[in-house]
């Protein structure tokens, strides 16, 4: 029969038999594991119609289609599935006589017409309506509901299969466990769906046993990723800690949102990380925030000038540590574990957060930073094992930043005789290596501009060489131009001056796009130190929105 053998038509013809309405669990797992095979059969017969001249002929070569395609019509689980939807939607139409020769073309075209109405409609007076009109219902929401019951019972199956375990360490070895995650496979964009996939990912996780099928995390991760599965919060994560793939793709699409929406540097940029949910799954298992700072830690490598990446970091790693010390202390994994690599001297007092230190130890505190960092880069020059553990160093400090945005802070009210330490502290930041001894160079040019911008921030009018000496730094030819601007915008930021001047000065300064644009997200990094800050300053807000909104304006 034009290509489609009478054993593979017996055997479709008896599944569809057997599977009625998939109102079962058993007819809708069986009915899953085949609509891949299924949807081959549906082509094949497509192929067959799509060569016939009118309707009888196509009844006279496939006697069995109608039949055939009226069950599956009414098969809950065939008809949530995309693909095989339109399949049976492009058989019907091939059967449709356009001008019906005979009595029996006429009858198969109404038949056809209510067919195409309770698969894509619900069309008033049609016979699906009607079927379904006694049970208060239309025939798409029937088979909706027909599906949701049946997957409700999966989900509770699924929530029971770890009950009858003797203690909470033994492991699950319930084999319908995979079974189910086989039979989804072909239907994880179907929303009826989500509820028994997220079960399944649940309890794997807190089964201890990997016990779903592979193809299933794979199919499962890409359509969460492109947005066509739809997940609860703890279901994502715990696909995460099944899908390294999955969770790299969600670490690295926050990382594009931030890059390409530069609304974000004005914005709760702490709010869109934790809606991420990064820093919760961070905090809760320690190889995601392990995998999470490795992406990070690879793409500052190579662009460790671009100050939304280093936002990024700084925000995300203040997310995760909110996230970490909310936790029960019985359950928490010590800091050591989250930073394997740095050294342990360093974890305390970087990780401490300025608004868990008095104000007025501020300068002992970054005093203290600055002395490790220091031991840290001392040999730099003569050993390149050096090397690593001043890397390891650097990006702590990147990851929290805030200590640098205080260091920069304290810098705007200092007296001459206690800004080394945080001179220094600013230039390892922006200036980690030390190749050619340039760290000394660029330290004497932070200085330089430290005191060019307090006598720009005190006198009224700014004074021209003041002015243009800072421009000049700040110029995008100037290697120093991150530093500089960091610098710049603490002092437009936490000078005493008045806002309409702080506005004037940074009109004549930041005239380059790109300066603004990157002096957005040092307002940015501020803004969620001072979010996170016990105290709130309502000046030092008010100042830093107008500032925001000022260098949005070109």
């Not at 005093?367 to 890397?391: C, G």
Request: glycine letters at 4%.
């Amino acid at each position: 029969m034009a290509g489609v053998s009478e054993t593979n038509v017996q055997f479709w013809m008896n599944k569809a038999v057997n599977w009625g309405e998939a109102s079962s669990c058993s007819a809708l797992l069986d009915t899953s594991r085949h609509l891949g095979p299924l949807r081959n059969f549906l082509q094949q017969i497509l192929q067959g119609l799509q060569q016939m001249n009118s309707t009888s002929e196509a009844m006279k070569t496939f006697p069995f289609v109608g039949q055939f395609l009226g069950r599956l019509c009414w098969n809950s689980c065939v008809t949530a599935d995309e693909r095989s939807q339109k399949l049976l939607l492009r058989c019907l139409s091939c059967l449709y006589s356009a001008e019906p020769l005979n009595a029996v073309e006429r009858k198969a075209n109404m038949w056809i017409k209510n067919m195409l109405c309770h698969l894509i409609s619900e069309e008033e007076g049609s016979v699906a309506h009607a079927t379904v009109k006694h049970a208060g219902s239309t025939p798409m929401r029937y088979h909706t509901e027909a599906l949701q019951k049946v997957v409700s019972l999966m989900v509770e199956e699924v929530s029971k299969s770890c009950d009858c375990l003797p203690n909470a360490s033994a492991r699950c070895s319930n084999s319908n466990i995979h079974t189910m995650s086989t039979a989804c496979i072909a239907l994880v964009t179907c929303t009826q769906m989500a509820p028994l996939i997220g079960a399944l990912l649940k309890h794997s996780e807190s089964c201890g046993s990997s016990c779903l099928n592979q193809e299933f995390i794979n199919e499962v991760g890409e359509a969460f990723i492109s947005k066509r599965l739809v997940l609860e919060d703890e279901a994502v994560i715990s696909l995460w800690c099944q899908s390294a793939l999955s969770l790299e793709g969600a670490a690295v699409s926050l990382l594009e949102s931030v890059l390409s929406d530069h609304q974000l540097t004005t914005q709760s940029l702490d709010k869109h990380v934790n809606d991420s949910l990064l820093p919760q799954a961070s905090a809760r298992h320690c190889h995601i925030f392990l995998t999470v700072s490795e992406i990070y830690r690879n793409v500052l490598t190579e662009i460790d000038e671009n100050l939304a990446i280093r936002t990024l970091i700084q925000v995300f790693t203040v997310c995760f540590l909110q996230r970490l010390t909310g936790q029960n202390s019985q359950d928490r994994l010590p800091l050591r574990a989250f930073f394997p690599n740095v050294m342990p001297s360093l974890l305390s007092p970087l990780l401490t957060a300025p608004s868990e230190v008095p104000r007025e130890a501020w300068l002992d505190h970054l005093s203290w930073i600055t002395s490790l960092l220091q031991s840290v880069t001392e040999n730099e020059e003569e050993d390149v094992r050096a090397y690593q553990p001043m890397f390891e160093a650097w990006f702590l400090l990147v990851r929290c930043g805030y200590w640098v945005d205080t260091a920069v802070e304290l810098l705007v009210l200092a007296a001459s005789g206690n800004t080394e330490a945080l001179l220094w502290l600013l230039t390892f930041f922006h200036h980690p290596t030390n190749r050619g001894h340039q760290r000394s160079q660029q330290t004497a040019v932070a200085r330089e501009a430290w005191t060019h911008l307090r006598m720009l921030f005190l006198n009224h009018p700014p004074p021209p060489r003041h002015l243009s000496a800072v421009k000049e730094l700040l110029s995008s030819s100037s290697i120093s131009a991150n530093l500089v601007l960091h610098l710049f915008s603490n002092f437009a930021v936490f000078s005493h001056g008045p806002v309409s001047i702080i506005t004037e000065i940074s009109d004549k300064v930041l005239t380059e796009t790109a300066v603004r644009r990157r002096a957005l997200w040092i307002l940015a990094s501020i803004r969620c130190r001072l979010n996170s800050a016990s105290s709130r300053d309502d000046r030092v807000h008010s100042r830093l929105r107008t500032l925001q909104d000022t260098l949005l304006q070109t």
